[in-house]
């Protein structure tokens, strides 16, 4: 793995050919030199990366990549883009042949395609504008908003446009773990849904009650990430766009599989669902349900992380939790302000 891509040094600096590489993503470990050189030379070289996170299957976690993500995006000018369906695999592409095509040349390095096992695709389509090669250049962008018509996301810009419409729960995640998110989106819209049914119907006979106690169905958004860089790159007014971070009180979530604990998602989401350790061997769904990266297990934690937010959004003048006493002063913020 090392010679290999030491050669593809070799090549990027002395001819006119287009280096490209192709291993399983853990296998990448053993040519991180090569890959810092390049990254140094900002040689633009593609490297594709498969078998991405711990649906590798029974050969464990010898073979499950669980901290090799955050260990590519630590280093300084390399791409990382880890895409969730074909459209922005294309986009990842194009933003490596973009090096060789735009006039004039802009050379930004070597970038890194990290891919899944298995078939990439998302249960649902998503109700946005925006396309997945496009929103591969903005590093992030909304797949599936909380509203159903596309209407009430304003006219105009592709990317610009005014939502008249905030979330409660924004859900981030890259590569395959988009799919999750989003079925996980599902599961929550039918607990919330459920939810109000049996609220509504503790309030029967009571007297001057009104639809105002039943609290509207739980918003929730789902926002592909599938490079950090990119999105970095962007400016403030996109970033808050993308990702309500200028509400205080829509709370923000980060599903990844293919990450460890405390590799800066805290950046972008109040929340992270990660690897807590290395995988395990055994069928992808059977892994799946032991480390808890099922639709239903990822909802649960949402869930409870949602009704229990009171003391997980900071706000000006917060002091620390010392007993009943501040929880109770939050207790209006876990109905929802907004």
């Known amino acids: 793995e090392h010679a290999s891509l030491a050669i593809l040094n070799g090549i990027c600096s002395s001819s006119s050919l287009i280096p490209y590489c192709t291993l399983f993503t853990v296998f990448y470990q053993y040519a991180l030199p090569a890959i810092r050189m390049a990254c140094v030379s900002k040689f633009p070289i593609l490297y594709i990366g498969t078998h991405d996170s711990i649906d590798v299957g029974e050969d464990g976690p010898t073979h499950q990549p669980v901290e090799v993500l955050p260990q590519l995006r630590a280093m300084p000018n390399l791409t990382v883009v880890r895409p969730a369906n074909v459209e922005e695999c294309v986009g990842a592409l194009q933003v490596f042949a973009a090096q ?16 899944s096992r298995g078939e990439l695709g998302l249960p649902y389509k998503g109700n946005t504008n925006i396309k997945g090669q496009d929103g591969v ?14 209407s009430c996301l ?26 999750l998110v989003m079925k996980t989106k599902e599961i929550l819209l039918n607990w919330s849904h459920a939810f109000n049914e049996r609220l509504k119907n503790g309030f029967e006979g009571f007297p001057h009650v009104n639809s105002a106690a039943v609290p509207p169905l739980l918003k929730v958004r789902i926002v ?12 403030q007014e996109y970033q808050d766009s993308v990702l309500c971070s200028k509400y205080r009180q829509v709370f923000r979530i980060y599903v990844e599989k293919a990450a460890t604990k405390d590799t800066g998602h805290d950046k972008y989401a109040h929340l992270s669902v990660l690897m807590p350790s290395y995988g395990l061997s055994g069928k992808a769904a059977d892994v799946e349900k032991k480390l808890e990266f099922t639709p239903e297990f990822i909802a649960a934690k ?7 937010r009171g003391r997980i959004l900071p706000m000006a003048g917060d002091t620390a939790d010392i007993g009943f006493s501040t929880w109770v002063s939050h207790l209006g913020r876990r109905a929802g302000a907004h």
Do not use: N
């Open 302 to 308: 949402v869930w409870a992380s949602w009704m229990d």
């Open 224 to 235: 592909s990430m599938p490079c950090w860089e990119l999105f970095d790159e962007q400016d």
């Open 154 to 179: 304003g006219k105009g810009s592709l990317f610009g446009a005014r939502r008249t419409v905030v979330p409660d729960i924004v859900l981030i995640g890259s590569g395959q773990d988009v799919a």
């Open 100 to 115: 060789y095509t735009a006039v004039p040349r802009q050379t930004r390095g070597p970038v890194f395609v990290m891919t």
């Open 137 to 150: 250049w903005k590093g992030a962008y909304v797949l599936h908003d909380c509203v159903d018509e596309i």
